[in-house]
């Protein structure tokens, strides 16, 4: 599904290179969670970015089911191989729950119905009743399974996350990890999370310590 080939990547300053990544090689294959872990600086938020396609490695490739990611059209990648789920949720908080993912249906250019978000909210434990509030009015828990339903809206085969559980107490946090290994585990999504959690580094099927 996705391999990384010797990839390096880093940051010129004032004539100082500095190094994040170095010559990392690793395999995320369909049907498994795993967890990104290490400590501050070490290039957790910076891996997730390159499989994003919002930055490019300084050296080595990321692979796609065997496509150079370099060479992919990246908005159609992004609106329909990966879903991209943020610790603080970048919500639009003028539209309620089910507004949110429509509008993510309608970019990633597929039936964009209030039924159609409705039946991805209940996926991720969300009811009707909730959908229709402003999600300025939900919980943490709750906006971050919009945001995870939002990024199901394109039907991704891959599932970015950075630091998902950060700011949920630890009622939510188990809540957000059980839904991230049932789209491993029983929708076979490749799911990747960067985190620093414990409970989901433990709970992931793989780790890749950086």
Same mark, same amino acid.
């Given at each position: 599904?996705?391999? $990384?080939?010797?990839?390096? *990547?880093? *940051? /010129? +300053? %004032?004539?100082? *290179?500095? !190094?994040? $990544? +170095?010559? $990392?090689?690793? +395999?995320?294959?369909?049907?498994?969670? *795993?967890?990104?872990?290490g400590p501050s600086g070490s290039g957790k938020t910076t891996l997730l970015s390159l499989l994003s396609g919002f930055d490019r490695p300084r050296s080595g490739k990321i692979l796609i089911d065997g496509a150079d990611l370099a060479t992919l059209d990246l908005n159609f990648y992004r609106a329909k191989t990966i879903g991209v789920i943020f610790q603080n949720y970048n919500l639009l908080s003028h539209l309620n729950a089910a507004e949110n993912v429509q509008l993510a249906l309608r970019l990633a250019s597929v039936p964009s119905s209030l039924e159609a978000a409705l039946a991805l909210l209940a996926e991720v434990g969300i009811g009707r009743e909730t959908a229709t509030r402003s999600v300025t009015a939900?919980?943490?828990?709750? /906006? +971050?399974?919009?945001?995870?339903?939002?990024? $199901?809206?394109?039907? !991704? %085969?891959?599932?970015?996350a950075d630091e998902p559980t950060g700011n949920l107490d630890q009622e939510n946090q188990q809540t957000i990890i059980n839904i991230f290994l049932s789209l491993a585990h029983e929708q076979g999504k490749c799911v990747i999370i960067a985190s620093h959690a414990s409970e989901l580094v433990q709970s992931a099927d793989y780790v890749l310590e950086l």
């Open positions: 599904m996705i391999e $990384l080939q010797s990839v390096s *990547y880093g *940051y /010129q +300053q %004032k004539h100082v *290179y500095h !190094p994040i $990544l +170095q010559d $990392l090689s690793y +395999q995320f294959d369909t049907g498994s969670c *795993y967890a990104i872990s939900l919980s943490g828990g709750e /906006q +971050q399974r919009v945001a995870i339903a939002r990024a $199901l809206a394109g039907g !991704p %085969k891959i599932i970015l």
